[in-house]
């Protein structure tokens, strides 16, 4: 039996970023939920921590039971909050782009400094401030329309859900006493131009876990499914095929 998959989006998009990896998967039971203050849904809660109960509670809602969770950055950061409450949920992780530690204090204070400008001014700005770091430099000299969907999607962002976002990763607990406890099959991608998250933030989740596998994605950055969609497909369809044959 196929497992289904729950594809968890990264910050500031919404679950539309995942177009391409769902028709990739069509013959299954496919969730990509959008966070509170994404997408279509209206800003709520606050913490990673609820935003995993809307995940859980989406699961409920369609009759998952126990799914293949994919999240890339702020994605995976949820599926750690996933992982600590209700490990009997996930079948096995493919992680992107991502990192178990959490924010040091300059980055702390970043996240703040920001969710302030974002209330004060909206997110206007925040493609230019973000796009130089989430798209690799493959991506910005090669890819225009690349950087025209990912500049649209933050553009269109809801700013008190992207402020009340921002919160949220800044007040993220750290993942990595967790890592031990992951006794199903785990993948760390990552974009080998990702500067966000490089990829010894990766390599460090591998690491930790019990069996974990370390996947480059050459020619990508931090939003390495958007950016090379291809490559992303050919490693998120090999672990699946390898969960099918177990
Ligand atoms: C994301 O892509 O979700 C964000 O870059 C995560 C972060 O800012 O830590």
Do not use: C
Not at 5 to 25: E, G, K, R, T, Y
Not at 120 to 136: C, D, F, N, T
Not at 196 to 208: F, K, N
Not at 218 to 239: D, K, Q
């Amino acid at each position: 039996m196929s497992l289904p998959i729950v594809f968890l989006h990264a910050f500031p998009l919404d679950a539309s970023m995942w177009l391409d990896q769902a028709s990739a998967v069509a013959d299954r039971t496919v969730l990509a939920p959008d966070f509170p203050g994404f997408g279509s849904r209206p800003a709520g809660p606050s913490s990673l921590d609820e935003f995993a109960d809307v995940v859980l509670a989406d699961m409920d809602a369609a009759g998952v039971e126990r799914a293949v969770v994919v999240g890339l950055s702020m994605g995976g950061y949820v599926a750690f909050r996933i992982h600590a409450k209700r490990p009997d949920r996930i079948a096995a992780l493919f992680l992107a782009d991502t990192r178990a530690g959490p924010d040091d204090e300059a980055g702390r204070k970043r996240r703040a400094d920001q969710a302030e400008r974002v209330r004060r001014e909206g997110v206007a700005w925040l493609a230019g401030a973000m796009i130089p770091g989430v798209l690799g430099e493959t991506t910005r000299s090669e890819r225009p329309e690349v950087v025209e969907r990912v500049r649209s999607l933050v553009s269109g962002a809801d700013p008190e859900g992207v402020a009340r976002a921002l919160l949220a990763m800044r007040d993220r607990p750290d993942s990595r006493p967790q890592l031990e406890r992951m006794d199903f099959p785990v993948v760390a991608a990552v974009g080998e131009e990702d500067t966000l998250t490089p990829p010894a933030e990766s390599q460090a989740i591998v690491d930790g876990v019990p069996q974990g596998r370390f996947v480059a994605i050459p020619g990508a950055g931090h939003l390495s499914s958007l950016e090379e969609p291809t490559r992303f497909n050919a490693a998120l369809g090999a672990f699946l095929a390898r969960l099918d044959r177990r």
